[in-house]
């Protein structure tokens, strides 16, 4: 057999294709919605799990807090509830929704419908892929 050094750049570069183009059908997508909480918490709190992502929604006035029972990983040891942490502060701050970039976390998050109420209670989308 002759080595021929196109045929192994063609095949290198069908492999980096495919990679380019197959690796978004495994990312996993987080989402957190908080909407319409009460100064002491939430009372519906539900959070579901797939092999393609995992959702957070807490709504309605209660007691408790909106926060991962089992919360997905997404950096080292840090987790989806840091996010949360984060998120709220930088609305505190006066972040008003867009790309958030968490450097701390190398991941940017689509944020949408944020609004803080009248009690100061922060609502919001988050989205991301990682």
Request: proline content about 5%; glycine content about 8%; hydrophobic content about 40%.
């Amino acid at each position: 057999m002759i080595y021929k050094p196109q045929h192994a750049m063609k095949r290198l570069f069908i492999l980096f294709g495919l990679t380019v183009f197959l690796s978004p059908l495994f990312a996993v997508h987080i989402k957190i919605e908080k909407k319409n909480g009460g100064t002491c918490g939430y009372k519906n709190v539900s959070e579901t799990h797939t092999p393609n992502g995992h959702d957070l929604v807490c709504s309605e006035p209660g007691n408790e807090k909106c926060a991962w029972e089992y919360p997905p990983k997404i950096v080292d040891a840090k987790t989806a509830q840091n996010l949360i942490d984060i998120i709220d502060e930088q609305v505190s701050n006066g972040f008003t929704g867009g790309i958030l970039f968490i450097e701390s976390l190398n991941i940017k998050v689509s944020v949408s419908k944020v609004n803080i109420n009248k009690n100061g209670v922060i609502s919001y989308v988050a989205e991301f892929d990682y």
